[in-house]
């Protein structure tokens, strides 16, 4: 199997499996509790948070774990919102996961004023557009770091400086990025940060979201004295032992994955553009995830390809796992300002810690065939498009 749909889930490390299973043979205790069982628990899940708080340049204390990047991405919004009703503005991109993009919505609903902000065709923000769109209404911004389906890399440090300087509060959704780029909260200087396990070699089901020491903020589950009264619930105990595992993994292994990433990544791109005619590659070149390939096919459907190399065991994707399921064309793709014909034809390609040389090697044999025979049986010229 060659797996290249990373972006939408990473296999898990064996260690971070290994470590879960012989916790959830051998610790049951509740972290509540105030006899050994429990201590030892609670003890474990004071590593993992230590673990997470050092990959960010975090105190332990701005650690909150979720559900998932989608919770930390709902708490962060939706907390803060909540806990400056005076301010009635919520600032976004066109290009934010549904995660946020949706809860940009529900705020919509509730009579919140939200602004999108465009982007450019590489899906780089238009900062201008938000200097002018910040006003003293404004109560925060949440721009994404990298994008999960072109994996552009937002200037986030701009957008601080610009929100700063009106004392606005900055969210950032890092679920892609962790692990990719550096994801330091203090060089980054934004007040609020989601990250995801299961994007980086860890489980489902686990996520967390920093939350500068300070920042206004409201709970987004009521009940018990879990996370510092912000996510009440007994704890997803193995999760976030398994996260914690996860992210250790992540700092022991330092450069090496990124670079190798890299290096395959562009061995890859470049056989596209020698091998196929009327491509077109989405996204940044340089200031992008490496491992994200996004290319538009013209004149085919994404489908008809995913389905194509499917049959061969190459698993990629059409962009956001999340829109999958809907007939509607990417969001993503269309900010960018592709038409709905191209959007539809554009193939998503992540690549992950796991992917080695000989799976570049078969795509780059398979894939070239592929795009030709399904051009032969469309009849469209993909010189029209
Ligand atoms: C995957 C993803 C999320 C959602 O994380 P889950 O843990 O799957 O809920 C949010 N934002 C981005 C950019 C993502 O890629």
Redesign the pocket.
Known sequence: MVYLDN?ATTPIDPTVGEKMSRFLKTYFGNPSSLYPIGREVKEMIKEARESVADALGAKRSEIVFTG????A?NFAVRGVMDAIPDKNEFITSAIE?P?IIETGHYLESKGKKVIYVPVDPEGTIDLDFLRDAITSQTAMVSI?HA??EIGTIQPIEEVVRLAKERGVLVHT?A??SFGKIDVLVNKLEVDLL?I?A??TYGP?GI?ALYVRKGTPIKPLIYGGHQERLMRAGTENTVGIVGFGKAVRVLLERGDKDKKTIAKLAERLKRGIEEKIPNVKFNGHEKNRIKGTLNFSFFGLEAEAILLSLGTKDIYVSTGS?CSEESEDVSHVLRAIGLRPEVARSSVRMSLGRFNTEEDIDRVLTELPEIVEKLREISGLDPNDF
């Open positions: 972006n998932s990047g989608t919770e991405d996961h995660a994404m994008n999960n959704d679920v892609q989601s995801s299961h994007k489902k996520g796992a």
